[in-house]
Nanobody, 124 residues
Framework: QVQLVESGGGLVQPGGSLRLSCAVS????????IGWFRQAPEKEREGVSC????????WYLDSVKGRFTISRDNVKKTGYLQMNSLTPEDTAIYYC?????????????????WGQGTQVTVSS
């Protein structure tokens, strides 16, 4: 059974950090790009960061460049999103996803599998 399970969300103060994890089961992460999306209340889901299967190509949403870092461990079948200098505008449900291409970040129709999401709330 294919599953993507996110963890690491929570409540953090502005300027704080969180590290999201995405544990994959039911298939090998090899050959797949991994990505992170987010959806804030009353907003469209948007791509935050995506990484090619060989880590050569990564994509970041402009508003998170320099603050967020995507990474992956294919042996552990886990993807990560390190989020630093968080602001209230980063508050959203964060979803991980896999696809054959990191282009999924700009074209979510490429996504093969989605996780269930984890809530990130940035507030004082």
């Amino acid at each position: 059974q294919v599953q993507l399970v996110e963890s690491g969300g929570g409540l953090v103060q502005p300027g704080g950090s969180l590290r999201l994890s995405c544990a994959v089961s039911g298939f090998s992460l090899d050959g797949y790009a991994i990505g992170w999306f987010r959806q804030a209340p009353e907003k469209e889901r948007e791509g935050v960061s995506c990484m090619h299967t060989n880590e050569a190509n990564t994509w970041y949403l402009d508003s998170v460049k320099g603050r967020f870092t995507i990474s992956r461990d294919n042996v552990k079948k886990t993807g990560y999103l390190q989020m630093n200098s968080l602001t209230p505008e980063d508050t959203a449900i964060y979803y991980c996803a896999v696809a054959f291409s990191e282009a999924m970040c700009v074209n979510p129709s490429y996504v093969h599998y989605w996780g269930q999401g984890t809530q990130v709330t940035v507030s004082s």
